[in-house]
Every structure is written in C-alpha cells, then in structure tokens.
C-alpha cells in the first residue's frame, strides 16, 4: 500500500468512522459484562489467493496451567467471533508462541494458523488459514506450552519463569516494540478489539510453604482448593490494557493505602515489592502522584490503583495498574523512578485511549512533557529532522520511540502558542473530559488542539505547521473530520 493510498484510508475510515468509536460508552467496572461497539478496521488485504480479514471479537477465555514441578506452563484458549464481510474471508488475529499452530473453527474445522504481513510490512500477525462465512463463529485453539525464561528483543520468549523451586508469569507488555502486548502469550484481537476477557488461572504440584496468587486489574474469583484463580476484565479493555502476574505470594511483600479523590471517592491502592519498604514507598508515591495530576486533570479516572515494583521488567501502564521501578535511595517521588509517568498514563493512554499504534504518540508525549517539567518553548523551529509520529500505515500497533521526546517538543511549542490563554494544559484536561473512557485517533486530538485557537486563524496557521512537521514528518496529514 502506498503512502497516498494510506493517507486516503485514514482520511476516511480515522476521519468519520472513528467519530462513533469516541462516542461509546463509559468502560465497565472491571469483571462488568456489556458489548462495545465496533472501531473502524484496517482494509483487508490479499495473501496467497485468500483474503485476510479483520474480526469482531465477542468474548474470549484463556486457561493457563502452571505445573510447578513439572516446570511446565499450557495454555488453552477460546474465542467468540463476528465476521461482518459479507463475503467471509481468512480472519486476522495475533499470538506470538510458535507452538500455537492449530484453532479449531465450531466444533467442526480444524485450520492452521499462518504468520502473514500486512501490504505495507508494517505489522505481522496470524492468519486463520482457511475461509469462514460471514456470521458467528467459535473459536477453539489447540493446548501450546509458553517458553520459559525471558530475552531482551526476543518476542518468543514468553515470559514465564521456574527458579529456585518457585515460579512467576507476567504479562510484560511495552507499547514501543512489535507484537509486545497480550498476543505474547495468548491469542488476541488488536487494539480497536476491545471484549470481554476471562483468564483462569491453575497452579499445580507447587512446592510446600508456597502461596500461589493472581494480581491482577481483573475481577478474582479464588477456588475452593486456594490454586485456581478465575480473573474476569470488562469489555471496555483491549489487548494492552490487561495485567496479570502469577506468583507466589511468599517472595513479595505488599503494602495497602487510600486515596481520597478530589471527587470525594475512596480510592484502594495496593503495592507490591520484594522489599517491604518498597512496597509501602509505592504507596505514599501513588497518593503523591495521583494528588498532582488531579489538580492539573481532574478526578483520577479509575476505581483503584495497583502496582507492581522492581524484576527486570520495563516500567508499563495498564488500565489501573502499573509495573515501575523503584529507586529508595532517592529523596523524591519525582526521582525514585518511572511511576509518575505510569501514573500519568491513567488519564491519557488507559481512560482516553489511542486508537493504534498510529496514535500512541499522543499520551506519550504527554508523559514526556510532565517528566521534563512542563517545559514551554521560547520560539519554535521547523527545521529539524523529524520521524513521523502518526505514520501513514492503517495497520501499525506499535508506538514509535521518538513518540517521547518528539511528542514532548510539540506541547512545548503548542504550550507558547497558548501562553495567554493557560498554555496547553487547560486544553489537554479538557480533552480527556470529552474522551475518557473512549477510543481517539490521531487527526481527532489534533481537531480538538485546533480549536482552542478557533478565533486565531494566524495561530491555528503555526499548529498546522508544527503538525505537518513534527506530527507527520512533512506529509499532508488526512482531511480533519467535520
């Protein structure tokens, strides 16, 4: 797909169907039921005489077996699909183990799973490899073990871990590298798929004076037998949104606190750490956080507040949750390490949500800025070299690395072109006001942005020019919606 054609797609399908994607309804309560409406797909696309399909997604359950002694993780998995092509076609999801091969299509078909790439090389992802009709499907995947241990850049590693006796599974995700989110372990949609999600959770033959739990920002059901664990996620979540770790409760130390919103909530917090210090440093750094960013944002968008500290995971946000590192030797929250941009995050990333990865610039910027300080430009320069931010393919889901600083530069400047009206804060709260709890792409945000200065034509004039060259490297971007 060419560059043009792409920017046409985006015109049309970001530029008016996302329009209905913004306008859904609040997300559910984690362990809540309900449906989600659709968000514009990628265009299909040919491979070897087939048509590769994007699906809805009803509803989808994973059973992860951990066998302790055994050293030994499955998992099985199901899937409730719509196909809404009239004319059927191969669909399209993503699971990254390789031994996840074979899916059996009601009941009846069984099919191989291929890798493909997209037309444009930006995204590889699982093909069901035969043709289904249009309608309800049920999907049943074939029992595949996950690789134990973990490699940097190695997305076949799927993180699960048996040392010293003992075991641990995290859900590890990073929005900046491919294929890095739920996929690396079970199968999934992508992230305009957003259904509801059951992980259920057994643990085997664990050694004596071990403590097997689930942390999760699901709701948990606990078996009768204190070893099976049933974790419930609301259909407002999409494949990044959804943590779980595995683990035995005796290696960690936890801490609990409260939070008072400036809304009058109570909002529960739970850290936990190796360390107990940690743990309760967690604690008193989430209530500082939260309290910052509600006086610039306002209420803080969730019911509670879970984080994870320390392992040689990269810090990563979730809806409610967060993974960070943790640094006591410190003297300030703001030192300590990564968990104010988490934290952040909760606002802009996991209430008001990129549609793709196309749009995940945008609330990495946003962190970046708050990290730097809030800087405000002193003038404006256009003629640097900039990688595009928003990138012309429909079928991107990673974010880019330059997302951080070079998204961080734009507010700067939009920041002194709005000086004497507040800078852009003010309008940054007020556009997560309008999208919380619902899907946004690039070309809306940038709308939104535009309006502050609808009265300042010269000034509306200067944003377009920052967009063209900071936002999309110099190309005209798509048509605003009207």
Same mark, same amino acid.
């Given at each position: ?24 309804? %609040?997300? @559910? ?7 989600? !409406? ?47 092509? %009239?004319?059927?076609?191969? %669909?399209?999801?993503?699971?990254? #183990?390789? !031994? ?37 499907? !049920? ?15 190695? /997305? ?43 992980? /259920? ?9 071990? @403590? ?21 996620? %609301? ?37 936990? !750490? ?21 006086? +610039? ?18 810090? =990563? ?12 030797? =410190? ?39 708050? +990290? ?36 961080? =530069? ?46 300042? #034509?010269?000034?509306? @004039? @200067? ?20």
């Amino acid at each position: 797909m060419t560059r043009a054609v792409a920017w046409m797609w985006l015109a049309a399908a970001l530029g008016s169907a996302c329009s209905d994607a913004g306008e859904g309804p %609040p997300a @559910e309560k984690p362990g809540d039921g309900g449906s989600v !409406a659709p968000a514009p797909a990628p265009p299909d696309f040919p491979v070897n005489g087939k048509s590769a399909i994007f699906m809805e997604i009803a509803s989808a359950e994973v059973t992860l077996t951990i066998d302790v002694a055994a050293k030994k993780a499955m998992v099985k998995a199901h899937m409730d699909i719509e196909i809404l092509q %009239p004319q059927g076609g191969s %669909p399209v999801l993503d699971v990254v #183990p390789a !031994a996840a091969r074979l899916v059996t299509v009601d009941d009846e078909q069984k099919l191989p799973l291929a890798e493909v790439t997209s037309p444009d090389g930006a995204s590889t992802m699982r093909m069901i490899d035969g043709t289904l009709s249009q309608g309800n499907h !049920a999907l049943d995947f074939d029992e595949y073990p996950l690789v134990q241990g973990k490699a940097e850049n190695d /997305t076949n590693i799927e993180g699960i871990e048996f040392r010293r006796g003992s075991f641990d599974f995290l859900t590890d995700q990073d929005d900046t590298r491919r294929r890095f989110f739920t996929e690396r372990y079970f199968p999934s949609g992508f992230e305009r798929n957003r259904y509801p999600f059951t992980v /259920t959770v057994v643990v085997k033959n664990p050694a004596r004076g071990q @403590e097997p739990d689930v942390m999760s920002n699901g709701r948990k059901e606990v078996g009768a037998d204190g070893r099976s664990f049933t974790i419930s996620y %609301p259909a407002g979540f999409s494949t990044s949104a959804w943590f779980l770790q595995v683990l035995d409760r005796n290696r960690y130390r936890f801490a609990a606190g409260e939070y008072q919103s400036v809304d009058g909530r109570t909002i529960p917090l739970t850290a936990y !750490a190796a360390v107990q210090a940690d743990a309760d440093l967690a604690i008193a750094d989430t209530a500082f956080f939260l309290e910052e960013l509600e006086a +610039d944002y306002g209420p803080y968008p969730h019911d509670s507040f879970l984080v994870a500290i320390g392992g040689v995971n990269d810090p =990563e946000e979730y809806v409610g949750a967060a993974q960070s590192d943790l640094d006591a030797s =410190e003297p300030t929250p703001e030192s300590r390490g990564a968990l104010g941009h988490e934290v952040l995050h909760q606002w802009f990333g996991r209430s008001a949500r990129p549609l793709s990865g196309r749009d995940g610039w945008v609330d990495e910027g946003i962190a970046q800025w708050r +990290d730097d300080g809030y800087p405000r430009s002193r003038r404006i320069r256009l003629d640097g070299q900039y990688a595009p931010l928003a990138v012309a393919s429909p079928y991107q889901r990673h974010t880019p690395d330059e997302s951080y600083d070079q998204g961080a =530069e734009v507010l700067a400047n939009l920041d002194l072109l709005l000086k004497d009206r507040g800078g852009i804060k003010p309008v940054l709260k007020a556009f997560h006001d309008q999208f919380r709890d619902k899907l946004y792409t690039t070309e809306e945000y940038l709308d939104f942005i535009r309006q502050s200065a609808a009265d300042l #034509p010269d000034r509306r @004039e @200067e944003m377009d020019r920052i967009f063209r060259a900071k936002v999309y490297a110099g190309d005209e971007p798509p048509a605003p919606r009207r």
